[in-house]
């Protein structure tokens, strides 16, 4: 987030004045409180998911762009996540539905402990190794971990992960017409008693009352038939957000056997993948179009067809980071709108994103086989992997047949089988088995320099590989690539001359911290038409 978007450092009680400290007020790192209250005045849509706003007289915590009436400054405390007011006794607004905006963009490009934590946790770690579990992905002992996440978020492990279980169980309440006991297990819970015990605390209804409340939620037309495990849910995104230039992304590297795209009549479209998931295979589909409204919430259609509904939280997390759901990106036109270069590209294309992933093995091997080629040749390549080592899956997707092969399973293969050079073979073959015993971790809790150092190691590995992986995989938002063809080209497009271009890459420090988001700008210039995109049908 840039420094325009984040309140000031300071202290905010817990429980209530936000103008002292008491025994029993905790401070909350990063949150000055008269920031805050400005932007809960000013009702900036910008801060929603950012912070939020408790009430000490109502017993609720809001979204900073609540339409009820301002309270007091005496009566409200700031929160850093909803986890936090939860666990201070706040139920969540039935007006302004806190929990139904976009997470916050500082945990999901923060290379700190907490930042990390918070990705992992999003992923359904606790649900699924425990606090342990977490602690030892990021390094620390249980104890020493929650004492951070505390200072951090103002929350241990444990209550940030049943804030996200109740969050994953309201949005399939509102948006599904899943029985109560199957939403219980797709989110994480260990019983139904627990779902209904944790949804009347955090929101104050029982989940009947929030489907009522909702319209009942079913997003499929009359007499649409619907398969065992499908699920289709709503995605917020912070506007703008450019679905068109990211749909065109996605389809111009799509992988056959494992991704499918197309386009409707509008000019919107779709594009759909297989999932590896936890307890079983899975696809995804999503809806992608233009919302260029400025700091408002819009929101991404997407379809999930699960093996196991144990799987909906962490299909749900992939599919977000895959749109890069919590991309501010106001703060981040914003840092560029009076640069020469980037900032006319930034005004013909709004909100653009950075295209994540669902699998951080996969994208690595990916950029590997992709390394001195046309994306045309690599699609090809990775199609023909796909075939001979990928696991076939029936998903009932038109043109979903695999999943893409494990690094488990390419590191067993002889590199001289592989459809490409015999250095790159063995390169990729080489990663796959650091991939598969754990010496590079890709899950989105690595350490970004640790994972950068380890992979420049291997052999056939240097630096553009090693930060695209970081950018893609690790959803790192300051990545340039100076020796990228691709940059040299783009910007030879704009009208610069080579003295000019490398300048330009010289002087590329200017977009820090947004640079993954000006190197997106300028590939953005070279993708073809999309009557030139690959279209797999409706």
Known sequence: MSESRQPGVGAVGQDGGVTTNTEDEEPRAGLDPESCYR??????????????????????????????????????????SAASAQAAGYRACKRCLPDAVPGSPDWD????????AMRLLADGVV???????????????????????????????LALARARRAQTARVLVETTDLSFA??????????????????????????????????GGPTRA????????????????????????????????????????????DGSGWYARTLDLPHGPGTVRVELDDAPATGQTAFVTAEFRLHDLRDTAAALERARRLVDADCDPVAVDDQFLGDPVIGPLVRACRGLRVPGQVDGDETAI?????????????????????????????TGEPGLTHLFPSAATLAGVDPT????????????????GAL?????????????????????????????????????????????????????????????????????????????????????HLWNTLMPAPAALPDQGA
């Open 109 to 116: 490009v923060a290379a700190t402990v907490a930042g990390r």
């Open 366 to 394: 990916r950029t590997v086989v992709g390394q001195q080629v046309s994306v045309t040749g690599a699609r090809t390549v990775q199609g023909r992997m796909v075939a001979e080592h990928g696991t076939p899956v029936e």
């Open 39 to 80: 932007a809960v005045k000013s009702r900036d849509r910008r801060f929603d998911g950012v912070f939020w706003t408790a009430v000490r007289t109502t017993g609720i915590y809001c979204r900073p762009s609540c339409p009820a009436r301002t309270p007091a400054y005496a009566n409200v405390s700031f929160h850093p």
């Open 417 to 432: 089988t592989l459809p490409m050079p015999r250095a790159r073979g063995r390169a990729l073959v080489a990663l796959a």
């Open 182 to 215: 199957d939403i219980a297990f797709a989110a994480g819970f260990s019983s139904v008693r627990q779902f209904n015990e944790t949804v009347r605390e955090v929101y104050a209804s029982t989940p009947t009352e929030l489907r009522r409340r909702s319209g």
């Open 436 to 520: 598969a015993d754990g010496t590079v971790a890709l899950d989105r809790g690595a350490d970004r320099d640790a994972v950068r150092t380890a992979m420049i190691a291997l052999p056939g590995i240097g630096p553009w590989t090693a930060d695209y992986v970081a950018m893609r995989a690790l959803g790192h938002p300051d990545v340039f690539l100076p020796t990228d063809i691709g940059v040299r080209n783009a910007l030879r497009g704009l009208g610069h001359d080579p003295d000019s271009v490398a300048a330009v890459i010289a002087d590329s420090d200017r977009w820090r911290p947004w640079r993954s988001y000006a190197l997106l």
């Open 127 to 157: 649900d699924r190794e425990g606090v342990e579990g977490l602690a030892r992905r990021v390094g620390y002992t249980p104890r020493h971990l929650t004492r951070l996440l505390t200072a951090e978020l103002g929350a241990g492990p």
């Open 222 to 265: 009359p007499g649409e038939p619907v398969a065992v495990g499908t699920v289709r849910m709503r995605l917020a995104v912070r506007t703008p957000f450019a679905g068109r230039a990211l749909l065109a992304f996605l389809a111009y590297h799509l992988v056959p056997g494992v991704e499918t795209a197309g386009h409707h009549p």
